[in-house]
Each structure stands twice: as C-alpha cells, then as structure tokens.
C-alpha cells in the first residue's frame, strides 16, 4: 500500500514569507507526528495530532509554528514569518497506535526547507 | 541532559562482518520502547526494530538484532553480515509516556567492500 507522502520535497523562501509544508499519512492510521532534523542532527519533535484529542504542541519551537490536521487525515504545517534558523528537512510519521500495540512510526520522505 | 546517547558519530565495518552501533538512554519510566532506525542518503527515515522495556528477550529481525541490557540502559544494535546497503545513518529512539520519540544523534556506518 501507499506511504506517508509529503509535498512539496524541496521548498526554498526568502526570510520572512510563509510556507505551508503538506502530509498525507497512510490510509487508516490515526495518528500523525512531525519532526524536524537539521543539518547532521537528530530528530526533533514538533506536533503529534491523535484522532480527534487535541494536539500535543509541546515541541514546537515558536509561534510563528501551527499545524492543522483536516478530517483526521492530511496534515499541514505552516511556518509564518520564516527565519533562516527554520532551514531543515521537516519529516512526517504516522501510525496505527492499536493499544498495547507495537505503534511504529513511519515516515514519509520528508520536505527540505530552505530559508535565503 | 540527553535521554538518548550514541556515542559513535561514525563506524567502519568490512562487507560481511557483524557490528554493534551502540545507545545508550535514560528514563525513569518503568514502561519504554526503543526503536532503531536507519536512515541512507535519500533521507527517508525506515524503521528496522523494536525492543519493549517488558519484553525478556532481545528482539530480532532477519540481520538486525538488539542487544538489550535493562540494568546498564543500553540497546545496542547488531547488523550481522554486513552489506554495502548498510551504509547509512543509523539513529536509535525512545518512547515514554506519550507517543513521540526521542532521538539520539545518530551513528554514520560506512560498509566497506
């Protein structure tokens, strides 16, 4: 079956435009996470959306983050104001979360964000 | 202070040997997963294993296994005979309470023909 997809793969701004970063998890997964990973480092957690609970918007790194998950399914998330700081490969899980289950996390190809 | 630590920022191996890619954590949650993750240049990030702080014995799949060590909180990786198709970032993660991951900063294994 299909993956996580995510569009575009690569987006260059200039400082200061908005851009809005697209998931498309796998079908009947419930839940959708986002991270961030940038240049040689680790991933860093940045929202996690669980059926219709509200988000967990504990790693998100300013207000100039949000993201919204329509009808459960495809997710967006917007950056406004963009800062250099905010260049990285920002990548998209989902998974299954059955309780007691094993709840891997899988992850689309991610999208490359270049702030000039 | 880092919950998850990989101490080998890059590792060698020669094609067809085994090698360990070592993680450490920390966590005073009695209830934990760990989850390795390899990661080639293409960048897409594919799971590989998973290993429950409950589960008693090490978790295999095919080359991976874990090498679990409850009391010295390590879950190391061990790829038995290497590929070339090994070569990658490898990052080991936790999850606690909650469903996100922690990640450590990933060890680079560079399979050598």
């Known amino acids: 079956g299909a993956g996580v997809s995510q569009s575009p793969s690569n987006k260059v701004t200039e400082k200061g435009k908005d851009v809005e970063l697209r998931c498309d998890p796998i079908?009947?997964?419930?839940?959708l996470y986002w991270y961030r990973q940038s240049l040689g480092q680790g991933l860093e957690f940045l929202i996690y959306?669980?059926?219709?609970?509200?988000?967990?918007k504990s790693g998100l790194p300013s207000d100039r983050f949000s993201a919204e998950r329509t009808g459960g399914s495809v997710s967006t998330l917007t950056i406004q104001r963009t800062q250099q700081e905010d260049s990285a490969v920002y990548l998209c899980?989902?998974?299954?979360?059955?309780?007691?289950?094993?709840?891997?996390?899988?992850f689309g190809p991610g999208t490359r964000l270049t702030v000039l | 202070a880092q919950k998850i630590t990989q101490t080998q920022p890059g590792m060698f191996v020669q094609e067809k040997e085994a090698v360990t890619l070592d993680c450490t954590y920390d966590?005073?949650?009695?209830?934990?997963?760990l989850f390795w993750y390899k990661q080639p240049s293409s960048g897409e990030m594919i799971f590989l294993i998973y290993?429950?702080?409950?589960d008693q014995q090490n978790a295999t799949e095919g080359r991976y296994s874990l090498n679990f060590q409850k009391a010295r909180k390590s879950a190391n990786l061990v790829i038995s005979a290497s590929q070339l198709g090994d070569s990658a970032m490898y990052f080991c993660?936790?999850?606690?309470?909650?469903?996100?991951?922690?990640w450590g900063l990933g060890t680079s294994l560079a399979v050598n023909p």
């Open positions: 959306f669980q059926g219709n609970s509200a988000p967990d």
């Open positions: 079908s009947g997964h419930t839940a």
């Open positions: 993660a936790m999850r606690e309470k909650g469903r996100k991951l922690i």
């Open positions: 290993q429950g702080s409950y």
């Open positions: 966590t005073s949650d009695p209830s934990y997963g």
């Open positions: 899980a989902s998974s299954l979360t059955e309780r007691g289950g094993l709840d891997t996390q899988y």
